[in-house]
């Protein structure tokens, strides 16, 4: 179809590994322990929120944007992440920083487990089986049987972690640096990872499959491999928000947070792993931003807001069909262009072969089936 | 400045959040000036409950009436609404911005279990009042482990108490079968007819079926109970279910006695399942059916009509929630009256704790609302109700549990 | 017996909405290859339009055929406005657009009729047909419904020139430019078709799960499956699919895993079916050159 069409080198995703990666990570560090002792305790638990989707759009796009398998059912590796933690804090009193270790694992497992059969399946069917997983979770959690441990809908209570060490910090600057430090962590993994024997076989696959595999690459083991640390990052994002919430429910991960996760990576470009914080800023923020843009339509149109979140969705898609990073890259090649120009001894570094190239390509034809 | 925000936010605190800088007793809380009282809410108005958003539209504009008439003692009364899409992460991300931005006083009927359940450590932490709860949930009314927590609803498994009392009285042999969500809310009816129904009585629960809120019908749940030959029905539904067991209940020809929790039982949604299918139907209510023109000379119905002419759409007038959230913020009005000048978190706390036979325009005539330091269940007494194929009928007395 | 049967037949009705849910996603598929999200909402919307007409007192059939041509209008409108500019952009940032349209559509829908349950009648008598004490004449008539709006669409697609010209469009958009089909109308034509085939399911569906602007979503995923299980480029696997999935849940529901998890059994097996044969149960594989 016409997605052909649309196929430009946007949103580069092999990390510059020459131009250095340290500035990027400082930066953020930086950012982040100013914004720790200056921002009110309501917005860290905001920023914090942030990062934890951050975390699971990383590993969500090295599924999509990388594999160029969809899992539109994300958000259920969340809840088992947030759920195993809480029963880890709540029955076994496990301490917080050790349920994030211990849920990545089984995430892993979780989602390997899945993976390995659902990922026979291309395409659409993929997307179907993924949907079906997000929309059956919360009756899974729901499930009569393991109320004793689950607290049924009501719930779990959770103990927010302490400052320890006597720390001269409050709860919510603690868990934000928490927060901060890990998807700094899971970042810098995840950048290493794409850059690695098994990333450029990811990518591979995405790619031309069929060659791929001609070439020694066992599919079914990388591609499944994938879904376990798509899976693992959204273990530890939802463990991270099960201590930052204090509190797990069904209700907490309904479909909408599988859908809200995929708009976050899309805006956030696919195949950029920067970019998941863009995404994450959206999807964490732009609901209240709605929500406040609506109200001046007054007190009838309390309904309203996510009318508005779907206009400032397709705005942002009209003007950024690549997401926020591939907009970001198509302005900075602009402008080395312009500088180009102006100093022809500075040439503009290609983004080409980087692997954020034609995940447009390759999902247009998995959706065609097999 | 980090100090203040510690105490809130850490919320283990055992100080008065209300500020480190102000003298802890006799201080109006946060969000109480001399010309206004902030409230804060949160409300499902978009998401899967968003037909429960009637009841914060309610509240608000019913606290626009009172401050076009002059608020309370001088005091213009303003109700933050925030919607959290009926996800409990983000009642808790609101519920934060409330106290923490918004300054507060405290929370006013939030809607929803999970939402409810996962604010309530946190306010009560911070000891901020968590008042009238919109939902039926037992753990709400708990005040020893929850002080700055009260429920409002009569509770689900009071509600389904009543109607084993009920069967017992009136069918001893029945072969009971009980459709419930498969949630707190269903779950609560099974564990009050449980109670009711002990020993030799237990076998007369003859077949559960549930069902997931996701599923389109519960057509093949009735279809199950029908089969399994039970002579009564309990259905333990929220509207649309209830309105499709209603009527498939009659579709299939089910010929004995049909109870329907009185969260579906509201007027517009029997006559969405048909009113000749919802002949007969049985339920224990506490809010008046505002549809039953017998009521156009009950003095509380024309003041709820009035007040829906003036402040709301003229659908409301019939609407079950929007009754219900008319009592609810006339109580709430009535704490604060008692309070008188003393608005600190406290005191709310404490005038909440003493209601005494307090009445709601939209409440059923003998229903009245009480509660004490130890007891955080305002409506304990519910009136079974028999619907005639047009409206519904009062059978018998209060039934108290 | 006769309450498996009447499950039989209750979930055989369930399975006709279903089916024409999954038609009208077989309909934007095969003129889009995509699959559209906002399908239930935009039956949702179509309803409530009929809804209103019936309201303002349109006799209901007159009702029914306005509905059904301004949701085509509306569908074509959708393509023209919106989904068109995304010609280009990949493949994922229009399944988001779709979610977007989820959300607007919802919103509004709420903001205008607000969420409150509402009845929805059915054009079919109240009595069961012959006095059979299984199946209401409602049920049985959203089976001839189904069948009805099947038989339209494949005469369509098999005999009518634009028929032809569209399914051309779809397989071969280069060469069927050269023969002179407008290949964007095309397109814009399979979204106003499968708006007007999703406003009858909608319409059909009303009278059962009632009228609320949630009607939709937990309707959409049986669709979604009962398209994907007949094969997602079969109308007639559309709609076998579509009665499967609805006998099927409802059977696995009552005598199997109690209705707790029929929804996750039922998709299990329907997974479990694809893992077999991966183009559904009546699609073709496409053969693609590597």
Not at chain 1, 102 to 114: K, R
Not at chain 2, 167 to 172: D, E, K, T, V
Not at chain 3, 92 to 112: C, E, K, R, Y
């Amino acid at each position: 179809m016409s997605a052909i069409a649309g196929i430009k080198p946007q949103a580069a995703s092999v990390p510059q590994r020459k131009f250095g990666r340290a500035p990027a990570f400082a930066a953020a560090l930086i950012a982040g322990i100013l914004l720790a002792f200056n921002a009110s305790g309501y917005h860290l638990f905001q920023y914090a929120q942030v990062l934890i989707y951050m975390i699971a759009l990383i590993g969500l796009n090295l599924l999509t944007g990388f594999n160029g398998s969809i899992s539109l059912g994300h958000g259920a590796f969340f809840a088992i992440g947030g759920y195993g933690a809480a029963i880890l804090m709540a029955h076994l009193g496990v301490a917080w920083w050790l349920t994030l270790p211990i849920m990545a694992f089984i995430c892993f497992g979780a989602g390997f487990g899945f993976g390995m059969p659902a990922l026979r399946l291309e395409g659409l069917y993929l997307a179907l089986a993924t949907f079906a997983l997000a929309i059956t979770m919360p009756g899974i959690l729901n499930y009569k049987h393991f109320d004793a441990y689950t607290g049924g809908t009501s719930g779990l209570q959770v103990d927010k972690p302490k400052v320890p060490l006597h720390l001269p910090l409050n709860q919510d600057q603690w868990l934000f640096l928490c927060c901060l430090a890990a998807a700094m962590l899971m970042l810098f993994i995840a950048q290493n990872l794409v850059a690695s024997r098994v990333g450029r076989a990811m990518v591979a696959l995405r790619d031309h499959p069929i060659a791929a595999q001609t070439m020694g690459v066992n599919s079914a083991m990388v591609k499944a491999t994938c879904f376990g640390v798509a899976a693992l990052y959204a273990g530890v994002a939802g463990a991270l928000d099960a201590a930052l919430v204090g509190f797990v429910a069904p209700d907490s991960y309904s479909v909408f947070l599988s859908l809200s996760l995929l708009v976050g990576m899309v805006v956030g470009g696919l195949g950029s792993l920067w970019g998941m914080l863009a995404g994450a800023i959206f999807i964490e923020f732009v609901p209240n931003l709605a929500d406040s843009f609506s109200d001046m339509f007054g007190e009838s149109a309390k309904a309203l807001p996510w009318a508005v979140y779907g206009v400032f969705l397709i705005a942002i898609l009209l003007l950024a069909p690549h997401g926020i990073a591939g907009a970001v890259q198509r302005v900075v090649a602009f402008v080395r262009g312009l500088m180009a120009k102006a100093s022809p001894n500075l040439t503009p570094e290609l983004p080409a072969i980087s692997a954020g190239n034609q995940p447009a390509e390759q999902n247009h034809r998995t959706t065609q089936g097999s | 400045m980090i100090s203040r925000r510690e105490l809130l936010a850490t919320g283990a605190a055992a100080t008065v959040a209300t500020g480190a800088t102000l003298p802890a007793l006799a201080a109006n809380a946060p969000g109480v000036t001399a010309t206004e009282i902030r409230i804060g809410q949160t409300m499902p108005y978009s998401g899967p409950a968003s037909a429960y958003g009637i009841i914060g539209r309610t509240e608000a504009a019913y606290f626009k009436m009172l401050n076009a008439k002059g608020g309370i003692n001088g005091r213009k009364i303003n109700l933050i609404s925030l919607d959290d899409g009926y996800s409990p992460p983000k009642a808790v991300e609101d519920i934060r911005r409330l106290v923490e931005q918004e300054k507060v006083a405290f929370i006013f009927q939030s809607l929803g279990t999970p939402s409810n359940a996962a604010i309530m450590k946190y306010l009560n932490n911070a000891k901020i009042p968590q008042l009238f709860v919109a939902t039926g949930a037992a753990i709400f009314s708990d005040p020893k482990h929850f002080p700055w927590t009260m429920g409002f609803n009569p509770n689900y498994q009071a509600e389904a108490a009543i109607y084993a009392k009920h069967i017992l009285a009136n069918n001893p042999k029945a072969k009971i079968g009980v459709l419930y969500q498969n949630d707190d809310f269903g779950q609560d009816y099974l564990v009050g007819l449980k109670s009711v129904l002990t020993g030799d009585k237990a076998s007369m629960i003859t077949k559960t079926v549930s069902y997931e809120v996701s599923e389109p019908t519960v057509e093949s749940q009735i279809v199950t109970l029908q089969g399994a030959g039970v002579d009564v029905m309990l259905f333990a539904a929220t509207p649309k279910f209830g309105a499709q067991a209603v009527h498939k209940s009659f579709a299939v020809g089910f010929k004995g006695v049909r109870y329907l929790s009185n969260v579906s039982a509201a007027f517009p949604i029997l006559k969405a399942a048909g009113l000749d299918a919802a002949k007969g139907l049985l339920t224990a209510a506490y809010v008046k059916d505002t549809s039953d023109p017998a009521l156009a000379k009950d003095a509380g119905y024309m003041e709820w009509a009035a007040f829906c002419g003036k402040y709301m759409d003229k659908n409301a007038v019939v609407d079950g929630n929007a009754a219900y959230g008319y009592a609810a913020a006339q109580t709430m009005a009535q704490v604060l009256k008692q309070c008188g000048n003393d608005l600190s978190r406290a005191n709310i706390l404490k005038q909440a704790q003493s209601l005494k036979d307090f009445t709601c325009a939209t409440l059923l005539p003998g229903i009245t609302l009480n509660t004490s330091a130890t007891n955080y269940s305002p409506i304990r007494a519910l009136q079974i109700q028999d619907f005639d194929g047009a409206h519904w009928k009062s059978v018998g007395g209060l039934i108290h549990s | 017996m006769t309450a498996f049967l009447n499950q039989c037949f209750s979930g055989l009705a369930m399975g006709g909405i279903f089916a024409i849910l999954a038609l009208s996603l077989v309909m934007i598929f095969q003129a889009t290859a995509l699959l559209n999200f906002a399908q239930g909402e935009m039956a949702m919307a179509s309803t409530y339009l009929a809804w209103q007409l019936i309201q303002h007192g349109v006799p209901y059939w007159l009702a029914f055929v306005l509905t059904v041509i301004l949701s085509f209008a509306a569908g074509v409108l959708i393509e023209r406005l919106i989904i068109r500019r995304f010609a280009s952009a990949p493949v994922l940032t229009v399944v988001i657009v779709f979610i977007a349209l989820v959300f607007i559509i919802d919103s509004m829908v709420g903001w205008i009729f607000g969420y409150q349950l509402q009845e929805f009648p059915s054009p079919f008598p109240e009595h069961n047909w012959f006095n059979n004490p299984l199946v209401s004449s409602h049920q049985s008539g959203i089976l001839l419904v189904t069948l009805v709006v099947m038989s339209v669409v494949w005469a369509f697609f098999r005999f009518t020139t634009l028929g032809l010209a569209m399914r051309a469009a779809a397989q071969n958009p280069a060469s069927s430019r050269l023969v002179g089909i407008k290949v964007g109308w095309m397109l814009a034509l399979g979204w106003g078709l499968a708006a007007a085939i999703g406003a009858i399911a909608g319409m059909m569906a009303a009278p059962i799960v009632y009228l609320d602007p949630s009607m939709m979503s937990s309707l959409l995923l049986y669709g979604f499956a009962g398209a994907v299980l007949g094969g997602i480029n079969n109308p007639w696997g559309a709609v076998l699919g579509g009665l499967l999935v609805g006998v099927s849940v409802n059977l696995v529901g009552a005598y199997l895993v109690g209705t707790q998890l029929q929804l996750a059994v039922a998709l299990t097996m329907i997974i479990g079916i694809l893992l077999v044969r991966p183009s559904g149960l009546f699609g073709h594989t496409i053969v693609t050159r590597v």
